[in-house]
T-cell receptor, first 113, second 116 residues
């Protein structure tokens, strides 16, 4: 089955420190990968996606993600975390042959002042 | 990008009743989808709303329980029928404008449903 895994339920980081939210994938064919963020009582907001090309993808709010084919990973990163980055982050994959998204279980990011 | 609105934003319903959720996109889109997010859980695709034809349902979801309409390229509805407390979830609509698979899906704010 084509899927993504987010191994951490929660990530804690101090404001100003770099953050990483992990995602690994299992996809046959070319992997199309996405990151979304969900703030409390809000819908999902698109952050970035990897389709092809440069392995380092830059997105909204200073976030970036690195596609690593050998490790089948697509970790989300930010050089300096903000308290306002605290939210629920979802990694997603578009499976081969389907026009839909399969989401990971989500990782809650808590940034402390 | 597409701006998506949903109505209602939340509702509290009685067991056995039905609720219809509306999804409106500010531009014509090729694809529209309905997802469910149960409390504390990830998102699960319910169905793809196809314009001019019947929706395509994912495994575990059936048309009798979740009838979907898509009368045009900017609007869709999802009905949650004969509700039970297990249907308490956030229901999200999404839409895409570009090529399949590589396209970015944009999401509405969601409808928070509580069934008593």
């Amino acid at each position: 089955a084509q899927s993504v895994a987010q191994p951490e339920d929660q990530v804690n980081v101090a404001e100003g420190n770099p953050l990483t939210v992990k995602c690994t994938y299992s996809v046959s064919g070319n992997p199309y990968l996405f990151w979304y963020v969900q703030y409390p009582n809000r819908g999902l907001q698109f952050l970035l996606k990897y389709i092809t090309g440069d392995n380092l993808v830059k997105g909204s709010y200073g976030f970036e993600a690195e596609f690593n084919k050998s490790q089948t990973s697509f970790h989300l990163k930010k050089p300096s975390a903000l308290v306002s980055d605290s939210a629920l982050y979802f990694c997603a994959v578009s499976p081969t042959g389907f026009q839909k998204l399969v989401f990971g279980t989500g990782t809650r990011l808590l940034v402390s002042p | 990008s597409a701006v998506i609105s949903q109505k209602p934003s939340r509702d509290i319903c009685q067991r056995g009743t039905s609720l219809t959720i509306q999804c409106q996109v500010d531009s014509q889109v090729t694809m529209m989808f309905w997802y469910r997010q149960q409390p504390g859980q990830s998102l699960t695709l319910i169905a793809t709303a196809n314009q001019g034809s019947e929706a395509t349902y994912e495994s575990g979801f059936v048309i009798d329980k979740f009838p979907i309409s898509r009368p045009n390229l900017t609007f869709s509805t999802l009905t949650v029928s004969n509700m039970s407390p297990e249907d308490s979830s956030i229901y999200l609509c999404s839409a895409g404008t570009g090529p399949p698979r590589t396209d970015t899906q944009y999401f509405g704010p969601g409808t928070r449903l509580t069934v008593l």
